[in-house]
């Protein structure tokens, strides 16, 4: 009895259908980037002062530059730079006064053996900015500095909860329903978004975001693996990661040309209600309807797909089934994960390998944003850095493996954050090339979490593995905007110190794991206890249960 598998064999694997309906999911992964990195320029953090009642008028009446006046009237500016003291505390004095000395005003109003009372900023904050962002709006610096790390971490709490609950919806209503419904959800926030007034609504609107969005990624990758053959299966999954880099590209550019936040955000929402369109462009998962028992559904999809490829359709197509696996029949438990040694080995290491990941994926963004330079032109520059982490991956994985340039990337990541930590600020484009190096090492270590964690699991309990795992990746995303945030307080680079750390532990510890490359996927407990000894018995078969499972970063 022939499977799915052995009928696109004859209607095409990856023709004119795949071909389009691949295309216009890739859209949906483009679209994804502002949620995913959005921070950036939605909250941008321009340089920024106290105000003071009273400076510009006496900066005009002096005659001082702008340099001069910073240097008369801001604390801690001098040799110093910017500061915490320049950015959140002002000189407790009246301009105002009469006989305010041109060359020496602070003298002139306490004396020079008086050391000059500071105060926070009463006033609000003067901005170094043409555009507007988050910060500038709802003054989320000095004491409220925490507020912008909600509003990241907050989005990606929306994806923790929302890639479990959103994953059923796909598995128990289909693929199609899901991203539709999703997409939907998905304007609605984001248009609300541009209009809403206070912050509290925004980080509400920004976890609900989160929580429709990621699931909506997710059943688009799961979708688009579906529909191809087997061979074509794991290359598609790449590209449709790659096309998020494309959609990295887009909206550096966008940000560039718009950059005041609400209309950013507007610009960016509005094209997706084209997606909505998809309703009559996109098919169902037609392994989808097979699992649930609707063949006839899924025949007429497969029917299509031959037409459309200008295929001929196999005889006996009416008695297609979805096999399923012995392993399938087994219940999966949380326990199973972590009940014998390799198990909870892999399980544990995947863990931490999903957690590094986004954590140095996400956080390395989050820093350049806050680094000097251009942020628009090393934003772009790290975004194509993408390409050939995706090349690479295409190139090597079934030449020399996962395992080790799965290592190699999470160690050339951690090492090039400690190289650019150890450049001088001064050299700032050699900061920019070492932090792009690390970003394309993260990249590639990111890449193939998402397809290894699928290959260290039996069957049975593959899409629970993954489900657990991946999750490590969510709680990075809460942690990190307060790691970058915070720490950069301390020491501009000392986030990339931490990310050296995690990066090279991670890389080691990937080494601890099993080669999977040319071996059959697992479909008991034992048969990842012993994988050394594995054969390679009905291959085929085993990767309908793949496509289900499979996720990718965010």
Known sequence: MPTLDDILEKVGEFDRFQKQTFFVLCLLSAAFTPVYVGVVFFGFIPEHRCFSPGVAELSQRCGWSLEEQLNHTVPEWGSHGASFGSRCRRYEVDWNATGVSCTDPLGSLVGNQSPVPLGPCRDGWVYDSLGTSL??????????????????????????IGSINIGYIADRFGR???????????????????FVPTYLWIVILRFLQG????????????????????????TVGILYQTAFSVGLLVFDAIAYAIPHWRWLQLTVTLPSCFFLLY?????????????QGKND?????VSDMAKKNRKMMPSRFEDIKFEEEDGGKQSPSFIDLVRTPQMRKNTFILMYNWFTSSVLYQGLIMHMGVAAGNMYLDFLYSALVEFPAAFIIIVTIDRVGRRYPWAAANLVAGAACLVA???PEDIHWLKVVAACIGRMGITMAFEMVCFVNTELYPTYIRNLGVMVCSSL?????????????????????LPLVVFTVLGLIAGGLVLLLPETKGRVLPETVEDVENFHRQSAPKAK??????????VAHD
């Open 135 to 160: 910060v500038t709006e709802f003054n989320l610096v000095c004491e409220d500095s925490w507020k912008l790390d909600l509003f990241q971490s907050s989005v990606n709490a929306g994806f923790f």
């Open 176 to 194: 199609k329903f899901c991203l539709l419904n999703t997409i939907l959800a998905n304007i609605v926030c984001g248009i609300l978004l541009v």
């Open 211 to 234: 929580l429709v969005s990621k699931g909506c990624w997710t059943a688009g990758y799961i979708l688009v693996t579906e529909v191809v053959g087997p061979k074509y299966r794991r």
């Open 279 to 291: 309703y009559w462009c996109l098919p169902e998962s037609p392994r989808w309807l097979i699992s």
């Open 297 to 301: 559904k899924a025949m007429k999809i």
């Open 421 to 423: 930590a150890l450049i």
């Open 473 to 493: 990746c969510d709680v990075g995303g809460v942690i990190v905007p307060f790691i970058v945030y915070r720490l950069v307080e301390v020491w501009h680079d």
């Open 541 to 550: 078969t085993i990767y309908l249960h793949v496509q289900t499972s499979e």
